[in-house]
Structures are given as C-alpha cells and as structure tokens.
C-alpha cells in the first residue's frame, strides 16, 4: 500500500519521511514526489523466525510518498501539488509542532485544501454530465448519467458547506465520507480518487519544547488518533554514540524512540492487518486490508492459489505459541480449515491449499 506524507511547506514532512524509510530526501524530487519503503515492525514475526530459523524473514512493508508541501498563502498551485497523491492509499498529515501553537487551525486549514481540490474534480464532473444531458442519449445511459449527476451534486454540497472543519463530521472525517455512502456510491466514485475519502493519519512533528506535552483537547476532537513524534530529534540521537544518546535522553525524559510503534499505528490506521506464512525456508508477514476474505489473502501470496483456492488452514498467532507446534495446535482443536468466505484476522498464521 502506497501512504502519501502531505502537509504545509515547514510542516517538516519530508523529515518524517527520512525517519520512516531510511531514505534521504532527493531536491530533485521535490516537486514531483519521492518513494520509500518502511518495514513494519511485529514482534509477532520475530518470535515465529526465532521458532522456526527459517532461510529467510520477510516483514510487511508500507510504501511512503513525500510529496510537495501546501503552501499557506499563495494556494493556487495547491491542487496540482495534491494531485500527486491520488493514487496513494492513504494519507499521512503531518502538523508542524515546532512553531505553529495552533494544531487543530493547521488540520483545518489543510483539509480545507483537500475538500478544495476534490470541489475542482468534482465540479468538472458535474459540468461535463449536464452537457451530456442536453443532448440525445439512450435512456440507459441518461438515467445512469442523472444518478451519477445526483451523487456528485450531494457530494459537491457537503464540501461547500466545508464539514471539514467540524468535530462531530465524523471523528474528524468530512466531506462525502461524512456522508455515508453506500457502497455501490462509493464504487461509482471511486476513479476521482477522492482526497477526502482516504484513510487518514495525522502526526504532530514535535519540537523538543513540546516534548512529553499531551496534545491539544481541539486537535483530538478533529482527529482523535493523532500521533506525536520527535522525528527530527530521534535521528539526531540516533547519530550519537551509545553513551551520549542516552545521557541526552534522560535529561529530554525519554524513555525509548517511537518509531517502531508510529510505524504499527500508521499500518492500522491504512485499514491494514497481517497473516503469516512460516516454515524452514520463509516466514513472512503479508499485509492485506481488515475484512478480506481467504481468497484475497491467497491472491496475495499467488493469483494463482486464489485462482485454485481449495481452502485454508487457519491457526491464530496466540495460540500457535501458546501450542508450540502445529501437531499441538491440531491437538488442542485450534488448527482448523476454513472456505473462501473465511474473514481473514490479525496475526492469522495460514497455509493454502489450492488445485492446480
């Protein structure tokens, strides 16, 4: 899954995103956008490695956009810049927590600019339909048209009335995701590839004078699962030896670096989980969305295991270890065989069957 880092110029998100990945920003990419893969961490996967010294550890990854900053006052190139992030999954807001004292303003104004953004898409939309119903159309085609005209309507009067900005839009969401859309709604939308109806995730970027501050009640009214991360500060004593890193920790009261557990909560907030495929030549981590099936889980290790689905056999992380062994786990009646429609879970360790 692609997370697009998006935030006011200042905002320090390419920071994040060297803190993240690994990966120094590139000026040259500064403009047009700049990829990285982050490993997710899982302390479950260390442990399945370690029981069953496998040839190879593959974790799930997350992969980052860095995009070009929003600028605060001269919007007009805003849109264009957004328009990078259409084809990201997810978006990753980063607030400027050195030098701006209002946090929730700053998510304010920057969902402002993505309702923006997705108005102007929105409303090209709606011109072109009501050309299209001024002239003769099959009345197929014209009644798909005026459905669509009248979502697109809907959702063009939720942006103007700019939910956004509101707390009760949804835990902070607005927009056509304050909404409610239906599922076939939201399919029918789905190639604008609305900003507004991504997962979002807002990160505080933290100077070190807010440091073991607790966020504002404002900003968790708007985003009630926002993270703060020192992202600067953490490279910085990442760079000092073993001594003086934890001398400077103790007197800034820190306990550890966070970036560990950033990484896991920005995989969740993605809507994502993982299942585990383990044995002496791989264990690995496949992420795939909260909700799929059996099958999709297949399709993510082979198409050709979803194409030949036959079933799954399905054991839970936390029993498996509890077990400690697969010949236990079938004693204990906790290894089981599960159909196409099986909903995948969390920590799911699976072996597929499949025709060939």
């Not at 507004?196 to 505080?204: A, F, G, H, I, S």
């Not at 501050?213 to 020192?230: G, I, N, T, V």
């Amino acid at each position: 899954m692609k997370v697009g880092i998006v935030g006011f110029s200042g905002s320090g998100k390419s920071t994040v995103f060297h803190w993240l990945t690994g990966v120094r920003p590139d000026p040259a990419k500064s403009q047009t956008g700049q990829t990285g893969i982050a490993r997710i961490p899982d302390p479950r996967l260390d442990w399945l490695s370690a029981h069953f010294q496998p040839r190879k550890t593959t974790p799930a990854t997350l992969e980052f956009l860095d995009t070009p900053g929003l600028l605060a006052t001269e919007r007009r190139d805003n849109p264009r810049r957004l328009g990078i992030l259409r084809e990201a999954g997810g978006l990753l807001v980063v607030l400027n927590g050195f030098n701006e004292p209002d946090l929730a303003s700053q998510l304010r104004r920057f969902r402002e600019e993505l309702m923006f953004a997705d108005l102007e898409i929105v409303s090209n939309r709606i011109s072109r339909l009501k050309d299209q119903l001024r002239k003769p159309r099959p009345a197929k085609q014209k009644e798909a048209d005026e459905q669509e005209l009248a979502l697109l309507q809907r959702i063009a009067a939720a942006f103007e009335a700019s939910p956004l900005s509101l707390p009760d839009s949804g835990g902070g969401k607005g927009g056509a995701a304050a909404l409610g859309l239906k599922d076939d709604e939201e399919k029918a939308i789905r190639s604008f590839q609305l900003l507004t109806l991504k997962p979002e995730q807002v990160l505080v970027h933290l100077g070190e004078d807010r440091l073991n501050q607790p966020l504002p009640d404002e900003l968790l009214a708007l985003a009630p699962d926002a993270l703060a991360a020192p992202a600067k500060l953490e490279m910085e004593l990442h760079e000092l030896p073993e001594d003086d890193r934890q001398m400077f920790m103790t007197d800034l009261g820190l306990t550890g670096f966070i970036r560990d557990e950033v990484l896991r909560k920005i995989f969740a907030a993605m809507g994502q989980i993982v299942f585990f495929t383990v044995g002496e030549d791989e264990c690995r981590a496949w992420s795939i969305p909260k909700g799929a099936d059996a099958v999709t889980g297949a399709g993510q290790i082979h198409t050709d295991l979803a194409r030949g689905f036959v079933r799954a056999e399905v054991v839970s992380y936390e029993d498996f270890q509890r077990v400690g062994s697969m010949k236990e786990a079938k004693t204990h009646g906790v290894y089981r065989l599960e159909g196409k429609s099986y909903i995948v879970q969390d920590g799911d360790i699976m072996h597929i069957l499949a025709s060939t």
